[in-house]
């Protein structure tokens, strides 16, 4: 029951949200216009905020799907660990558009607000207050994920849950690598700018 879990999450994390809502509402694949991310930031540049709402609440809905599963099927805490990172890797890397995701944010989100609410609140809430002084979505979300070990192990969480929060720390740094490039050098897109095909 265990792998069950862990492949179905995958597989949930696959359906890429924006790439079919790019094509349904517009007729594009989304990862060919502006940042070339299948997620809800850059679904927000290109076709405006209502459908990045609903890339960013589905995205995030695959997330809480996946653990709420794991938790239906009683598997341990470390399986259900385990599906909380299948969910996020099939996200970011979806075997149904030829493993071309997004950075896995959104899905983060609702897999550690399953998992770990408290942390993920206390980080949350620290993330925005710097997306709303700074306005860079990378930032906020980098601030978001690499707070989340450190919260986590602060709370008294399992053992797997602060490992998890590392590993997901780890994946967001190295998918979020080149905005980090960008922030450094002061050249990183900030959000509000007109959604635009490019």
């Given at each position: 029951m265990a792998i069950l879990a862990i492949l179905v999450g995958y597989l949930l994390g696959s359906i890429s949200?924006?790439?079919?809502?790019?094509?349904?509402?517009?007729?594009?694949?989304?990862?060919?216009?502006?940042?070339?991310?299948?997620?809800?930031t850059n679904t927000l540049r290109v076709l405006g905020p209502k459908v990045a709402g609903l890339v960013f609440l589905v995205d995030a809905l695959k997330g809480i799907l996946a653990v709420l599963l794991a938790r239906a099927l009683d598997?341990?805490?470390?399986?259900?660990?385990l599906t909380g990172v299948a969910v996020i890797f099939g996200h970011n890397w979806p075997v149904f558009f030829n493993f071309r995701g997004g950075k896995?944010?959104?899905t983060t989100i609702g897999v550690m607000f399953s998992l770990v609410p408290a942390a993920?609140?206390?980080?949350?809430?620290?993330?925005?207050?710097?997306?709303?002084?700074?306005?860079?979505v990378s930032l906020a979300?980098?601030?978001?994920?690499?707070?989340?070990?450190?919260?986590i192990a602060n709370n008294g969480y399992h053992q797997a849950y602060i490992w998890f929060g590392i590993v997901v720390a780890v994946l967001s740094l190295w998918r979020h690598r080149e905005n980090i490039k960008r922030l450094l050098k002061g050249r990183e897109s900030k959000i509000g700018l007109k959604r635009q095909l490019q």
């Open positions: 949200t924006s790439t079919i809502l790019g094509k349904l509402i517009a007729g594009i694949d989304i990862r060919e216009h502006g940042s070339g991310n299948a997620g809800a598997v341990s805490d470390t399986f259900v660990v896995g944010v959104a993920a609140t206390g980080a949350a809430l620290i993330a925005l207050i710097v997306l709303f002084l700074s306005r860079y979300s980098l601030i978001f994920t690499c707070l989340l070990p450190i919260v």
